[in-house]
């Protein structure tokens, strides 16, 4: 079965400093790896997918095969960042089986 | 489009009532997710719906629990007697198929006292 681990429940940094949200997961087939972001009082949102290689809000996550790992990243952390984010896999392969969450890393930015 | 929809946006009742929970997804999204999030377990998924069908309901906690999809603009998460370990957000969320970025509702806060 998949796991997605986020060993962080809280992580606080201060503005400006860089940010790094770890997540592994536990997939024996080839996943697809997202991160979700949910503002205090808000929906879960999309933030990106590791599919498309892109960087939104300054983040960006790359996918580790050999360590199975798929960390966020942003080299300057802004105070409007600070909120709950989830690392998600899918499985490929057949069907939209549910995404598999981790429990989450509440990030606090400070200013 | 609105988004998903979920109704109510908050639900307090007492241990032993029934409770129904309510969500309208993307017009032209296949796929209809129901996930409760807590602060112990985190997000996890109770049941999905591919084209109205309920696929895997493996994730339902018991069966006071229940989901229904009559059609593709709504679907229902019933609590059948409630309790209070069934205090927790619950979320829809919806896709199209071969795109697995969900689009979330706000959520229904359930809390069962």
């Known amino acids: ?111 | 489009d609105a988004g998903v929809i979920q109704s109510p946006r908050h639900e307090v009742t007492e241990m032993g009532q029934e409770v129904t929970l309510r969500c309208k997804p993307i017009s032209g999204h296949d796929y209809l997710f129901w996930y409760r999030q807590t602060m112990m377990r985190g997000l996890e998924l109770l049941i999905y719906f591919n084209n109205n069908v309920p696929i895997d309901d493996s994730g339902m906690p018991e069966d006071r629990f229940s989901a229904k999809m009559p059609n593709a603009s709504f679907s229902t998460l019933k609590i059948q007697p409630s309790e209070p370990r069934d205090s927790a957000v619950y979320f829809c969320a919806s896709s199209l198929p071969g795109h697995y970025g969900y689009t979330f509702g706000s959520g229904t806060r359930l809390t069962v006292v």
């Not at chain 1, 997939?27 to 939104?56: A, D, T």
């Open chain 1, 1 to 111: 079965a998949q796991r997605v681990t986020q060993p962080e429940k809280l992580l606080s940094v201060f503005k400006g400093a860089p940010v790094e949200l770890k997540c592994n997961y536990s997939y024996s087939g080839s996943p697809e790896l997202f991160w979700y972001v949910q503002y205090s009082r808000q929906r879960l949102q999309l933030l990106l997918r590791h599919i498309s290689r892109e960087s939104i809000k300054g983040f960006t996550a790359d996918l580790n095969k050999g360590e199975t790992s798929f960390h966020l990243k942003k080299p300057f952390a802004q105070e409007e960042d600070s909120a709950m984010y989830y690392c998600a896999l899918h499985r490929t392969g057949g069907g939209a089986d549910g995404l598999t969450f981790g429990k989450g890393t509440h990030l606090i930015i400070q200013p």
